[in-house]
């Protein structure tokens, strides 16, 4: 079984490395599910990793419909991801009815060239999994990743089963909650892959911070937060 473990930092990809992990999926920010890590973390990570390493691309937390300009930047990071010598590209995008979004999805999948592609938790998201799967599967998607749409794939194990079975020329690759503990149940159900981050909290300060950087406020699936042009005018014109 593939053990693919996702380091939000070097750190995290050293560790992983050592400890015998087949392969990283690499991002920024896991308390937000993941965004695409910076070009001197890409860079850092490729050069010191040997094991074989997946990018998430994801240009901001929130939901996973992007318009014009951003999937742009989705498709230049893919090609930095490249030019790199990356192995995979982890990503994907629903419409607003949560359906896949076929066309803009094949954009990413073309981009990636010969790349390795993982359709990642949006998956959990979506209304139709069986036929999100046979839609992802014609478009030659390596790896799809899911919970089988619960909070943990411990408790997604009978849809996650259900989509192994139906999967065909897809890897159906349990992750969220996969821990030491339950992680052979995964392995006696016969997928071939599982994906976790391994995470362990350690102190780096001594005394805690006087205010906290951590805003709840922005942690919000439905909606995203952008800069809004009438709060910058009324500013602007304030301080004139």
């Known amino acids: 079984m593939l053990v693919e473990v996702c380091a ?8 992983a490395q050592k400890a015998g ?16 890590p910076s070009y001197g973390l890409l860079k850092s990570v490729r050069e010191r990793i040997s094991i074989p390493i997946h990018i998430l691309i994801r240009p901001r937390s ?14 230049e990071d893919i090609a930095l991801c490249v030019e790199l010598g990356f192995e995979g590209i982890v990503s ?30 949006a998956f959990d998201w979506v209304k139709e999994p069986f036929e999100t799967l046979s839609q992802l599967e014609a478009l030659n998607v390596d790896y799809i990743l899911t ?16 989509l192994h079975k139906k999967a065909s020329t897809c890897t159906i690759m349990p992750g969220g909650g996969v821990r030491p503990t339950n992680v052979m149940d995964f392995k006696n159900g016969g997928f071939k892959a599982v994906h976790l981050s391994g995470t362990k909290f350690s102190r780096t300060l001594p005394n805690t911070s006087k205010v906290s ?4 406020s922005f942690l919000r699936d439905t909606e995203i937060a952008v800069t809004d042009s009438e709060t910058i005018v009324n500013i602007v014109n304030r301080v004139k």
């Open 8 to 15: 939000n930092s070097l750190q995290s990809a050293l560790n």
């Open 62 to 75: 929130g939901d996973f419909t992007y318009p014009a300009d951003e999937l742009k930047i989705m498709k």
């Open 147 to 162: 919970s089988g749409q619960q909070k943990s794939a411990p408790e997604g194990l009978d849809l996650l089963n259900r």
């Open 213 to 216: 950087m951590n805003s709840s």
């Open 92 to 121: 994907g995008v629903l419409k607003t009815d949560f359906s896949l979004d076929i066309d803009r999805t094949e954009e990413l999948i073309k981009a990636s060239g010969n790349l390795k592609f993982t359709f990642h938790r």
């Open 21 to 36: 992990a087949h392969r990283i999926e690499l991002c920024s920010e896991l308390a937000v599910g993941g965004i695409t």
